[in-house]
């Protein structure tokens, strides 16, 4: 029966969800972990006529400082006695991580902790390795630690509010780990890649019992390393994750063939390359033709076919089409071997 109830839940989305289930799923699986015990003693936004760039977390005694997700130290200041105001350092001693999901850089900062810090520049951290202690270091009023986040590395002094990362609701615009995205070379024991191409549940498997994830959504890419029949037929995306086989939901491929350095699409017969500036234009359904706009040199559009029409024209995906003209493009198809491998591929 409970492998029952957890299949049906399946094709139920966050807008009809369980909140309350759905809302522990996702404390119990955020990216960012709260980086100490104690309780929030201010918030991000406006104090003293200045900006407070991050929350502060308040406790007494003796309280660890954790890296809120795994990363790479990048800053080390531990120049302060533990002692409020007593060093030129606002921030008294701090930290700072840099953390790389797939290109996405965010840099966490960790404020006012007692000197003898644990780690140092350069070294790789785990998420809830200890860094450190809480403190009053800096300008402080009382032993707390202040936290901040920076989406494109502190350097680009885009302090953001740090609360949607510590509850969670930040998750979906992060790759989740440690599912590995589509990077175009295959990793050891996978298999295919799936493309979402609707809103649809991630699994963990728990024993014979799925537990919720997470909702992955509209074009996110994911490893496929097996599928087996349990639960109506699922792929598995590594660390014992699934996906439910829904053909309306995702897109299953198993073979990755490259050309001109990038993937070769479904249904691609081959590429154009800008020459000169010419117009792209937009084809309706009955065949009339809206400009666009202009294509610039040295561009690169994939060909999906071929029309006569227009004094024929070059089909490049999504409805929209380039005139052939010579000395404006040029069109290249690979081998007739590579195209009739690349029409075998099962997607």
């Known amino acids: 029966m409970k492998k029952i109830k957890y299949f049906v839940c399946l094709v139920i989305l ?139 590395g502190r350097a680009s002094n885009s302090a953001v509010d740090p609360m949607p990362f510590l509850n969670g609701t930040m998750d979906s615009q992060l790759p989740t780990l440690p599912i590995d995205w589509h ?49 109506g037929g699922q792929y598995n995306v590594g660390d014992n994750h699934y996906i439910t086989k829904m053909d309306t939901h995702i897109e299953y491929r198993n073979g990755y063939m490259e050309w001109r350095g990038i993937e070769f699409n479904r249904n691609q017969v081959g590429g154009l390359d800008i020459l000169k500036p010419i117009n792209l234009w937009k084809k309706d359904a009955n065949g009339k033709l809206t400009y666009e706009r202009i294509l610039n040199p040295g561009e690169f559009y994939r060909v999906y076919g071929y029309s006569s029409d227009n004094g024929g024209q070059y089909d490049v995906g999504g409805g929209y089409w380039v005139t052939n003209m010579s000395g404006y493009i040029t069109y290249s198809t690979p081998s007739k071997d590579f195209l009739d491998r690349a029409q075998k591929r099962i997607y």
């Not at 953390?99 to 644990?118: C, Q, V």
């Not at 191409?197 to 537990?211: A, H, M, S, T, Y």
């Open 183 to 231: 990077k175009g070379t295959l990793n050891v024991g996978q298999v295919g890649w799936i493309k979402i191409d609707q809103p649809i549940n991630l699994w963990k498997r728990v024993g014979d019992e799925l537990e919720y994830v997470r909702v992955l959504k509209e074009n996110e890419l994911y490893r496929v390393y097996g599928y087996d029949n349990l639960y």
């Open 14 to 152: 966050t807008s009809v969800f369980n909140f309350n289930t759905s809302m522990k799923a996702e404390a119990a699986s955020t990216i960012f972990m709260k980086p100490a015990e104690g309780g929030y003693s201010s918030f991000y936004g406006p104090r003293w006529g200045r900006l407070h760039a991050g929350v502060d977390i308040a406790a007494n005694g003796i309280v660890p400082i954790y890296a809120s997700t795994a990363g790479t130290v990048t800053k080390v200041f531990d120049g302060c006695a533990n002692v409020s105001n007593e060093c030129s350092s606002t921030l008294g001693n701090y930290v700072i991580i840099r953390h790389n999901f797939n290109g996405k850089i965010i840099d966490t900062l960790y404020g006012h902790m007692r000197p003898g810090l644990n780690v140092a520049v350069g070294q790789s951290v785990s998420k809830g390795q200890q860094l450190g202690l809480m403190g009053t270091t800096g300008s402080s009023t009382g032993q707390h630690l202040h936290f901040e986040v920076h989406p494109g």
